[in-house]
């Protein structure tokens, strides 16, 4: 399972991109009769640059395609069905929602007639099979319940020749109140196996896996980063690319010298199955590693930081002890002084009295 991972702060708009941002921003501003520089402050917090870097690299992976027909599950704000009308000029584009959103595409100039809308559901797409050269569903299938999140699967697979799919990944806990569900990397495994992946990094917030189902789609080849990310799942990646990297390279280096040689076929089928089954070997023995490693990582911490406040508890028990000790002993010190020096003066008063 080979896992890309790329920063999207690294990757540049291209002049077709930035010139679409400004017009829709310059659109916003006009219809909602506000500044430009309003919509400009406001765009940053709900639909910062990176969102825009993100729509980027989908359309230069469309672009990889060549699609004639297209379908967008879940539109949302119809960014990147602007970018596909404006700059690939499909003319069959079609977006679906579980809403009418008829009346919120033909208010967007640059989507005014040129693409088709109609509601639906992920999970019953009224379509034939294989009808769409590509499918998009960017970040829908999380906002659906586990049971019909695997039939909305089921349907984008039946309906798209090729499809493009992007969900967060290794979300923190708990979720986003309207997300269903979580995708650590046990269940992209489970649900995406064959899939290519790439890991779109975000400045801020949680990061996004594209899923691609092409096999002749032009994919770059596999990128190492030392990512400063937190958690374990990145860790089972870091270690799971490395062995696919190794394995890889074998497999190709004993193809190539078999071939040298002469032998037959067979004897490359038996080396790349059984360069699989030691990487699934691997697999689960690194993942127990990692797993045990973590829990007894987390015993020691326990069992340290428990010894650490019970002493704590003890040593301050001590130190009130002998404060309090010593209060209370000089206190009824100081009381005595007082006592005997108000008696001595009490009696002198008294004798003074009496004669």
């Not at 799919?165 to 269903?180: C, Q």
């Not at 691609?212 to 770059?220: M, P």
């Not at 508890?313 to 009130?320: A, D, G, Q, S, T």
Request: overall charge positive; some cysteine.
């Amino acid at each position: 399972m080979f896992i890309n991972t790329i920063q999207l702060k690294n990757i540049n708009l291209t002049p077709e991109n930035k010139k679409f941002k400004t017009r829709r921003e310059l659109w916003k501003a006009e219809t909602e009769g506000i500044t430009l520089s309003e919509i400009q402050a406001r765009e940053k917090i709900s639909y910062p640059l990176h969102e825009y870097q993100r729509q980027q690299y989908i359309l230069d992976r469309i672009k990889k395609y060549e699609p004639k027909k297209i379908l967008e599950i879940g539109p949302g704000r119809c960014v990147l069905a602007g970018l596909i009308a404006e700059q690939l000029k499909y003319q069959d584009l079609t977006l679906v929602d579980i809403t009418d959103i008829k009346k919120r595409v033909q208010s967007i100039p640059w989507l005014k007639n040129k693409v088709s809308t109609k509601i639906c559901s992920v999970t019953e797409l009224p379509y034939k099979n294989k009808e769409f050269d590509l499918i998009i569903a960017a970040e829908i299938l999380e906002h659906i319940p586990l049971e019909y999140f695997k039939i909305g699967l089921k349907e984008i697979r039946r309906v798209s020749k090729n499809y493009i799919i992007t969900i967060p990944f290794s979300e923190k806990e708990p979720i986003y109140k309207g997300h269903k569900i979580r995708f650590p990397i046990d269940a992209i495994k489970e649900h995406f196996p064959k899939e290519k992946k790439t890991i779109l990094i975000k400045p801020r917030g949680c990061d996004v896996i594209s899923l691609e189902s092409s096999k002749n789609g032009n994919f770059n080849n596999l990128v190492f980063q030392n990512e400063k990310k937190r958690g374990k799942d990145y860790e089972i990646i870091k270690t799971i690319n490395l062995l696919e990297y190794f394995f890889s390279k074998l497999n190709y280096h004993s193809s190539n010298f078999l071939k040298k040689v002469g032998i037959k076929k067979l004897t490359s089928k038996f080396i790349s199955r059984l360069s699989k089954n030691i990487k699934k070997l691997f697999r689960k023995l690194i993942g127990k590693f990692i797993s045990r490693l973590f829990k007894n990582i987390k015993r020691l911490l326990k069992k340290l930081i428990g010894k650490f406040i019970s002493r704590l508890f003890k040593n301050i028990k001590r130190l009130l002890k002998k404060l309090i000790g010593k209060f209370i002993s000089r206190l009824f010190k100081n009381i005595k002084k007082f006592y005997s020096k108000f008696m001595c003066k009490f009696k002198k008063i008294l004798k003074s009295f009496l004669n």
